[in-house]
Structures are given as structure tokens and as C-alpha cells.
């Protein structure tokens, strides 16, 4: 299910960049957009690199405070994925690639992201372990000891 998700997400993608494409050789000469193209790869493959080996560079120099080892490794991650995202030939792509390289964007997206993630791991862990039969949803607690039954002598019955 997720390939099939992955492989639809892929696909659309190539289908705007294409119509985007289309609607911009109709304003803009084709040679220019091939032009803007190789720019914007070459311009943020090395603004993401700069970026990556920045806070990575960062993150060896912080002690072991969680809170900036999780927006270091944010940031690399982030730019990583701008300069993913700006290698692909396109402008949807770019656009969101350049959004990447900026970082109060990364953790605004970083925030979203870890929101929806945590929410659909808490749905997933509530529906697995929730019992269909509980119509009211007691939960009792309380402690349980095994002791053998007196009048079994052969100790055939199972313990209760």
C-alpha cells in the first residue's frame, strides 16, 4: 500500500511539473526555462550543502541538550530535502525546495509534520489495543495469586 501511495505521489508530481512547464513556455522563451532550471539545481544544491555541513558541523560542537540536537538534526535533514527537492527539474518542486532552505520554515513544517505523525501513532495504538466488547470502558485493576485448589489431591485441575 505504501509503494502504491509512493509511486501515485511520484507521478503526480511529474504531472504538474510537466503542466507547469507548458503554462510557463507559453510566457517565457523555452530555452530560459531550461536556463532557470540548471540554475536553481546548481544554485540550491550548493546553498543546501552549505546548510547541511552547517548544522551537522553545529551539532558536534552542542552538548547533549535535547532540544538543539533535535533542531540540529532538523535543520540537516531539512536541508537535505531542499537539495533533493531543488535537484528535481521543476518549479513546485523549487518553490517547496527553497521554503526547505529557510529555517523558521523548516521547523514550522518539522512542528506540522511531528503533530501528524504523533497523532496517527496515538489512533493506531488506541484502535489496536481497544477491546470491542467493553461497552463502557471500566477498567478495573487489581492483583492476581494463583493458589492450588485443596480438594484437588492429583493436582489434575488447572491452577485458578
Known amino acids: 500500500m505504501r509503494s502504491f501511495f509512493f509511486l501515485t505521489l511520484l507521478t503526480s508530481i511529474a504531472f504538474i511539473e510537466i503542466f507547469l512547464f507548458i503554462q510557463a513556455s507559453s510566457y517565457i522563451n523555452v ?21 547541511l555541513i552547517s548544522a551537522f558541523s553545529d551539532l558536534r560542537h552542542t552538548g547533549n541538550t535535547k532540544g538543539t540536537f533535535l533542531n540540529h538534526i532538523v535543520d540537516g535533514v531539512g536541508a537535505l530535502g531542499a537539495g533533493f ?19 523558521p ?5 518539522f512542528s506540522f509534520g511531528s503533530q501528524y505523525f504523533l497523532e496517527r501513532i496515538h489512533t493506531h ?3 489496536k489495543h481497544q477491546t470491542s466488547n467493553d461497552a463502557d470502558d471500566t477498567i478495573i485493576e487489581g492483583e492476581f ?6 480438594e484437588d489431591i492429583n493436582k489434575t485441575k488447572p491452577l485458578t
Open 31 to 51: 530555452l530560459t526555462i531550461f536556463a532557470l532550471t540548471i540554475c536553481t539545481a546548481l544554485i540550491g544544491l550548493s546553498l543546501a550543502k552549505k546548510q
Open 145 to 150: 495469586k494463583s493458589a492450588p485448589n485443596p
Open 85 to 103: 527537492l531543488l535537484l528535481m527539474p521543476g518549479f513546485c518542486t523549487d518553490l517547496i525546495g527553497v521554503l526547505l532552505l529557510v529555517p
Open 105 to 109: 520554515m523548516r521547523r514550522i513544517l
Open 125 to 127: 495504538h488506541s484502535q
